[in-house]
C-alpha cells in the first residue's frame, strides 16, 4: 500500500515519459511505449560470423534480440540502458533474449554471464549494463546469472575505428575466466551475453575463453545487432 502511493506520488512528481517518443506513458511501463517497443526491429538474421564459430566448436548458437539502427528508438533505449543507469531496460532485452532461446525446446542452460566491463569504465559507470540483460534472460528461461564469471585482463579500449581483423587482434587474449569458477562451469551449458555486437570479436573471445577453461555448449548472445561501418 504505502508502496504503490510512494510510486504514484513519485509518478506525479516526475511524470514518466517514453524516452524515446516523449509520450506519456503508464508508471508500469517504466521508460517505452508500448508502440515504441513494438516499433523495434526484431533482428532475424543470421550473424555473418556464426557458422565459422560454430564449425571451429567455440559455439553452439548466436542470437541478437533486434538490430541496432542509428536515429531509432533502438538507440535512445541502448543511451539510457548505458549512461542513464536505467538497467531496467537491460532486463527488458534480457527478458526478449530468453523468450528467444525459450523457442528452443529442450535446451537448458546452467549459467549466464554478461562480458564484463574493464576495472576503469566500471568505476566509472558504477554498473555493468550487460549483467542486467543477464539478470533479464534468467527471469525468462532461470539458470544462474553469474556477473564475474569472466574477467578482463587488460584495457582493450573502443572497437570502432578498428576494422574486423584488427578487431580480433585488439581483444586477443583479453578475457579469463574468474579463477572462482574453472570447476563450477566444466562441462556446463553457458549463455555469454553483451549490449550490442557488431563482428563479435569480444563476445567470441570471452566463449573462447571459457571454451578453453572446459566450459560445455556456449550460446553467444546480445540485445542488439550493428553491422560494422566500413571505414576506408
Ligand atoms: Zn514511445
Redesign the pocket.
Known amino acids: 500500500m504505502f508502496r504503490k502511493v510512494l510510486y504514484e506520488l513519485l509518478n506525479f512528481v516526475l511524470p514518466n515519459s517514453?524516452i524515446?517518443?516523449g509520450?506519456p506513458i503508464d508508471p508500469h511501463e517504466k521508460f517505452?511505449?508500448p508502440?515504441?517497443f513494438q516499433a523495434l526491429e526484431k533482428y532475424e538474421d543470421t550473424h555473418p560470423w556464426k557458422d565459422e564459430y560454430i564449425e571451429s566448436g567455440v559455439i553452439t548458437n548466436s542470437m541478437s534480440a533486434f538490430w541496432f539502427r542509428e536515429g531509432t528508438a533502438i538507440q535512445s533505449l541502448m543511451h539510457a540502458m548505458k549512461y542513464q543507469k536505467m538497467k531496467s531496460v537491460g532486463k527488458m532485452f534480457g527478458r526478449e533474449l530468453g523468450r528467444q532461446a525459450a523457442e528452443f525446446n529442450g535446451v537448458a542452460f546452467d549459467y549466464i554471464v554478461p562480458v564484463p566491463l574493464h576495472k576503469a569504465k566500471y568505476r566509472d559507470r558504477t554498473y555493468n549494463q550487460s549483467e542486467y540483460i543477464a539478470k533479464g534472460i534468467h527471469e525468462v528461461i532461470g539458470g544462474e546469472a553469474i556477473a564475474d564469471g569472466i574477467i578482463r585482463t587488460r584495457y582493450t579500449g573502443t572497437q570502432t575505428r578498428l576494422n574486423k581483423a584488427e578487431r580480433k587482434v585488439n581483444v586477443s587474449d583479453a578475457f579469463k575466466v574468474n579463477g572462482k569458477y574453472p570447476e563450477k562451469f566444466a562441462g556446463k551449458n553457458i549463455i555469454v551475453v553483451d549490449d550490442v555486437i557488431t563482428t563479435g570479436a569480444t563476445i567470441l573471445e570471452c566463449a573462447s575463453a571459457l571454451k578453453k577453461s572446459g566450459a560445455g555448449m556456449i550460446w553467444v548472445c546480445s540485445a542488439a545487432y550493428a553491422e560494422l561501418k566500413q571505414a576506408d
Request: hydrophobic content about 10%.
Open positions: 517514453c524515446s517518443c509520450e517505452v511505449c508502440k515504441c
